[in-house]
């Protein structure tokens, strides 16, 4: 009988073997994934190298699509095995969110509302915003200067017509120099008249004043709006000098005091532009201006 021959390997073969590293990979009881590799560092001695993942389980909400694809059937060489990729042939790095936008506005300076407003004067031909203390490129009220240049604000300005036509003599208990109205010049006992204003002022003529107002309102809207009770007179919406975008009041004159008196009782407490109106009485400034 013969005797079974011992196929033989090759010497290459064993070496192989030999050089290829050894990798162990297990789960402890504290359910931690320990991988344990073997490989040759630069001085050529053989190392250890131990590499522990625990993992956590996160949720995160995903498309619906997304999440039906990751329930597919492995196909191919990776038929039957478990869900999840394999670790010997996939590497599981993080999730990278892709947003796609129209540019890279981010390196873009963001523009202030006071570039806003200059390009705004700029185009509407008003000409390049200076300031009057410092000569700036900025509004005079957001001068970095004007605590100490304060003073200068009217230094420039040319004298009066009056104070330099009509000598005016110091009143009773004032300095020399000092300027003295018209009103009070010479023994006179007349007070002093106010400028006239297009329609009257505001005491002269039956005025409301309206409170609780957007900040878009315009005097065409409430002239608009007032307008239905009767003749409106003068509409004046207060506004911030150097933004123009309006404080929340305005007021509204007519010619009859009537038609007034009705407008208030009919606007008063109603709703306008999703804000509720607050109508009354103007009443007259402390100072009689």
Not at 13 to 29: A, G, S, W
Not at 204 to 217: A, F, G, K
Request: charged letters at 30%; glycine letters at 10%; hydrophobic letters at 30%.
């Amino acid at each position: 009988m013969a005797a079974a021959t011992i196929p033989k390997t090759s010497w290459a073969d064993d070496v192989d073997e030999l050089d290829q590293p050894k990798i162990e990979d297990y789960v402890d009881e504290n359910g931690i994934r320990v991988t344990i590799e073997y490989a040759i560092n630069d001085e050529g001695k053989k190392v250890k190298i131990t590499r522990k993942i625990k993992r956590t389980l996160q949720k995160s909400v995903v498309e619906h699509t997304v999440a039906e694809r990751k329930k597919w059937a492995k196909f191919g060489k990776e038929r039957g095995n478990k869900e999840g990729p394999d670790r010997a042939t996939t590497t599981v790095g993080e999730n990278v969110t892709l947003k796609i936008s129209a540019g890279n506005k981010s390196s873009e300076p963001e523009v202030t509302p006071e570039q806003n407003i200059k390009t705004e004067l700029a185009k509407a031909g008003a000409g390049k915003v200076i300031c009057r203390l410092c000569k700036g490129d900025h509004f005079t009220a957001k001068c970095p200067y004007k605590d100490s240049l304060a003073g200068l604000e009217t230094a420039d300005l040319p004298p009066a017509d009056d104070a330099a036509d009509v000598p005016a003599p110091a009143a009773s208990g004032a300095t020399g120099g000092k300027y003295v109205p018209p009103s009070m010049r010479g023994g006179a006992s007349r007070p002093g008249e106010s400028m006239g204003r297009p329609g009257g002022s505001r005491e002269d003529l039956p005025t409301l004043r309206v409170t609780n107002i957007s900040e878009d309102t315009q005097e065409s809207d409430l002239r608009e709006l007032f307008g239905t009770f009767g003749r409106v007179a003068r509409v004046y919406v207060g506004r911030d000098r150097e933004t123009g975008i309006g404080k929340g009041f305005a007021f509204v004159s007519f010619e009859e005091r009537a038609i007034a008196q009705r407008a208030m009782e009919k606007l008063n407490g109603k709703g306008y532009d999703n804000l509720i109106l607050s109508v009354q009485w103007s009443q007259p400034r402390p100072d009689g201006r």
